[in-house]
């Protein structure tokens, strides 16, 4: 039997988007006018309706490309979201439970070690990891953008040296909160505070997959694919992206 397992998040207004989101709806009712006609040529008096809406990239469920982090990745220009080979995106996906690290904490490479020998299993080049924090639960919330962990550059560095291209998590940025970031920046003056797991992206190449949900969901660490297309919107470096897993049982 093959399950579906939606891991994203919706677009919508909510207090755990750092930028509003806006939609202008065109009514069924409204529509007929727009082409120059009268309710009463439609069937029922209504046209058909449209929605126009004002978003980032970045919102809802979405995916990073190198562009991103910066203009170069691995000496080359970095790749756009449409640059973005589809076969990075439906491949085998691992659950990585690091739930025991706190708000405003750095994960650490040592930490992700320890979560793979926990799952049972081993990275293979093109896995899909999801870093599952747990922190979803705090979504429709203010503290979303705020209580959660973030990677360290180490920890980063070693999915990417295991040929992982496509790393996700269920919180609002890979890297830890801006908050934390900046007070730690601020305190020492070392501008290795800032965005330290983003800006690998310049050396190493790879891609984020940001505000996941759901991984609870899933029935074990392994087992089960990820599919994580983006759409296709020329000359960006993110792109909203419907995330799912699917899982195959007897």
């Not at 996906?93 to 320890?114: C, F, M, Q, T, Y």
Request: net charge negative; hydrophobic share 40%.
């Amino acid at each position: 039997m093959r399950t579906l397992i939606d891991l994203s998040l919706p677009i919508q207004s909510t207090p755990s988007e750092a930028t509003p989101v806006t939609v202008a709806t065109l009514e069924h009712h409204e529509a007929p006018g727009v082409f120059g006609l009268s309710p009463h040529d439609f069937p029922d008096g209504m046209g058909i309706s449209n929605e126009q809406i004002s978003l980032t990239t970045h919102t809802g469920t979405h995916m990073d490309a190198p562009l991103h982090y910066g203009p170069f990745s691995e000496g080359r220009p970095a790749r756009k979201i449409t640059d973005i080979p589809l076969s990075w995106c439906y491949n085998r996906g691992v659950r990585l439970d690091v739930r025991h690290r706190g708000p405003g904490e750095e994960i650490s490479a040592a930490d992700l070690k320890e979560a793979v020998a926990s799952a049972g299993t081993e990275l293979a080049p093109l896995d899909i990891v999801l870093i599952w924090t747990g922190c979803d639960r705090l979504w429709g919330s203010e503290r979303y953008l705020t209580d959660y962990p973030g990677l360290g550059r180490d920890a980063v560095a070693y999915l990417v040296e295991q040929g992982v291209r496509i790393i996700g998590v269920d919180t609002w940025g890979l890297d830890r909160p801006v908050e934390a970031m900046l007070r730690d920046y601020r305190a020492t003056g070392d501008h290795s505070y800032l965005w330290p797991a983003h800006l690998y992206g310049r050396e190493q190449e790879y891609c984020q997959l940001e505000k996941l949900a759901n991984l609870h969901l899933l029935p074990a660490s392994f087992g089960f694919q990820v599919l994580c297309f983006p759409v296709s919107i020329a000359g960006v470096g993110a792109a909203w992206t419907r995330v799912v897993a699917v899982v195959e049982q007897d």
